[in-house]
């Protein structure tokens, strides 16, 4: 399948943009382009949420409402990165973020749907 590493985590101040990025290994061979890409974040005692996703050739970034206008997903087939950039960050936004990886497009916050994940990077806002 392939293996995901997040980096690009930290403490940062409210207010600040963030890039994190997410380094994949395709040992199997398959090329990473083939997969959709979703990031997702856990808040402090709350459920694992999603918050982006992009198709194989990313040209279809889809974000929830939550999120949408400071988050930015991209990729970089030739190099095998995912990106997420935050925006205008919160105190919110605060929370444990991860990358994965998923075979279809579409129902993009069903985090039974992806079959690889990274381990996550923390980014802890401070206002």
């Known amino acids: 399948q392939v293996r995901l590493v997040e980096s690009g985590g930290g403490l940062v101040q409210a207010g600040d943009s963030l890039t994190l990025s997410c380094a994949a290994n395709t040992y199997s061979g398959r090329a990473f382009s083939t997969y959709t890409m979703g990031w997702f974040r856990r808040q402090p005692g709350k459920e694992r949420d999603f918050v982006a996703a992009?198709?194989?050739?990313?040209?279809?970034?889809y974000y929830p409402g939550s999120v949408k206008g400071r988050f930015t997903i991209s990729r970089d087939n030739a190099k095998d990165i995912l990106y997420l950039r935050i925006d205008n960050l919160r105190p919110e936004d605060t929370a444990e973020y991860y990358c994965?990886?998923?075979?279809?497009?579409?129902?993009?916050?069903?985090?039974?749907?992806?079959?690889?994940w990274g381990q996550g990077t923390q980014v802890t806002v401070s206002s």
């Open positions: 994965a990886a998923k075979n279809f497009w579409g129902r993009h916050s069903n985090d039974a749907d992806y079959l690889s």
């Open positions: 992009i198709s194989g050739n990313g040209k279809n970034p």
